[in-house]
């Protein structure tokens, strides 16, 4: 069966107190479940903090972000080999907020998702489209832009041992989530992308919804054939509604 994930993405929030009080309380709720993956992407400068609090829980540890060079003069960047040094698992690239507010290009991002798979990470990939697109009808070329630009230099391999994250930008922070049947019907159109790479693999590919996902919705949207968990950002910065957003991926599966 394909895997299963719910990943938190704390974005630019934490301390090391707040943070350790953070995963008490959610280990403290938190049940494993066969199948499924929790993860966290925290800061990267809290990850060894968030490897050392997670160990033992089954709960993945990741980044949110990675430089695209591997060493050398860049000032101020944290390479994807770091990363792993510090516990990441899990690395999101390509995220909305990267691409819309840092400038990162579909071929940066291509760059990013080879450095993160070379340093034995799963890269999460984030594709979606924003307001303007959704109104304009190009939702389905723009995810299918976003896949093609890693698709194409990776190939197969891009297949393997990662994540695509279906993340509506329009739908990120501002508490308006895509219904079950839009995210349903992008999921499928990425799926069928994918599928002409390989089909086994594509079948094989957890396919993540993202945007203003909660306790009171996750349940709909995980009941959708190609929807496989979910990426949480606001939500996951409280205990209980992340569990209740696990749960109702534990529900699935039981
Ligand atoms: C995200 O940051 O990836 C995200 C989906 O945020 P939120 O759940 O707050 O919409």
């Not at 089954?58 to 994807?80: C, K, W, Y």
């Not at 995220?95 to 070379?118: I, M, N, P, Y």
């Not at 194409?152 to 994250?165: D, I, Q, S, Y």
Request: charged share 20%; proline share 3%.
């Amino acid at each position: 069966m394909r895997r299963k994930l719910v990943v938190g993405n704390w974005k630019l929030n934490g301390s090391l107190a707040a943070n350790a009080a953070l995963v008490a309380a959610f280990r403290q709720r938190f049940l494993p479940a066969t199948g499924a993956v929790c993860g966290v992407c925290v800061p990267a400068v809290y990850l060894a903090q968030a490897a050392e609090l997670l160990a033992n829980t089954g709960i993945e540890p990741g980044a949110q972000d990675l430089s695209r060079e591997v060493r050398g003069a860049f000032t101020g960047e944290v390479s994807a080999a770091m990363l792993a040094d510090v516990g990441a698992k899990l690395c999101i690239v390509g995220h909305s907020e990267r691409r819309a507010l840092f400038g990162d290009t579909d071929e940066q991002v291509a760059v990013k998702f080879g450095r993160a798979k070379a340093a034995g990470l799963t890269p999460i990939l984030c594709v979606g489209e924003t307001l303007a697109e959704r109104e304009a009808g190009v939702t389905d070329a723009v995810v299918i832009r976003q896949l093609d630009a890693v698709l194409a230099p990776h190939g197969r391999a891009a297949l393997e041992n990662a994540v695509v994250a279906y993340e509506p930008v329009w739908a990120i922070g501002t508490g308006k989530t895509a219904t079950s049947e839009q995210a349903q019907s992008v999921h499928a159109v990425i799926r069928a992308r994918l599928a002409k790479v390989d089909a086994g693999l594509a079948a094989e590919m957890p396919i993540l919804y993202g945007g203003s996902v909660k306790a009171a919705n996750a349940a709909e949207l995980f009941a959708m054939p190609d929807v496989d968990g979910g990426l949480v950002g606001g939500a996951s910065l409280d205990a209980q509604e992340f569990v209740g957003i696990w749960n109702a991926m534990r529900a699935r599966l039981n």
